[in-house]
T-cell receptor, first 111, second 110 residues
Framework: QQKVQQSPESLSVPEGGMASLNCTSS?????YFWWYRQHSGEGPKALM?????GDKKEGRFTAHLNKASLHVSLHIRDSQPSDSALYFC???????????FGKGTHLHVLP | EAAVTQSPRNKVAVTGGKVTLSCNQT?????MYWYRQDTGHGLRLIHY???????EKGDIPDGYKASRPSQENFSLILELATPSQTSVYFC?????????FGSGTRLLVI
């Protein structure tokens, strides 16, 4: 069973719109979460982390974590064509000192 | 600027041949990782290391070996390459779950 599940697999939003990406973990050892972004032909790059319940805002990006439900989301407001990429949710397995990645969400921002 | 550099960027190998993928980091991170990325599977962990001389099996280690001769270098070795190992391979270095990835090696096994 995939320990970190992301939805949707693919998402299209108009330029200037709001994109919402979701991630759920099935393991309570996963307490720390990251969002990574990968543009075509490049390696993934860390976008932002969230370790505490609630919202964390960095510019146009807001992450939300609910530890009780092991659900984390990423919201991108005023989406730009340059935001088009593959977005990974990643959870830190504190028992194994490694990070587990979800399968990713393809975001397409339409001009 | 701290970075993770992978070589080669592209590689074509024959079935049964030996392939070595190299990774160098200037982040001075203790932990290094090898992932493969395939459509529909995301990033899957092959091997990782906590420091020079250590290697640990990840989630899909079969058919792969790893070597960490120094803090900076971490290699992935395919002793007998198979077509199923055709993929894009990423190396990463990390500290406290903040990973820096290389640009990837695209491997085609024919």
């Amino acid at each position: 069973q995939q320990k970190v599940q992301q939805s949707p697999e693919s998402l299209s939003v108009p330029e200037g719109g709001m994109a919402s990406l979701n991630c759920t973990s099935s393991d309570r050892n996963f307490q720390y979460f990251w969002w990574y972004r990968q543009h075509s032909g490049e390696g993934p790059k860390a976008l932002m982390s969230i370790f505490s319940d609630g919202d964390k805002k960095e510019g146009r990006f807001t992450a939300h974590l609910n530890k009780a439900s092991l659900h984390v989301s990423l919201h991108i407001r005023d989406s730009q064509p340059s935001d088009s990429a593959l977005y990974f949710c990643a959870a830190h397995d504190t028992n194994a000192y490694k990070v587990i990645f979800g399968k990713g969400t393809h975001l397409h921002v339409l001009p | 600027e701290a970075a993770v550099t992978q070589s080669p960027r592209n590689k074509v190998a024959v079935t049964g041949g030996k392939v070595t993928l190299s990774c160098n980091q200037t982040n001075n991170h203790n932990n290094m990782y090898w992932y493969r990325q395939d459509t529909g599977h995301g990033l899957r962990l092959i091997h990782y290391s906590y420091g020079a001389g250590s290697t640990e099996k990840g989630d899909i280690p079969d058919g792969y070996k790893a070597s960490r001769p120094s803090q900076e270098n971490f290699s992935l070795i395919l002793e007998l390459a198979t077509p199923s190992q055709t993929s894009v391979y990423f190396c990463a270095s990390g500290q406290n779950s903040d990973y820096t990835f290389g640009s990837g090696t695209r491997l085609l096994v024919i």
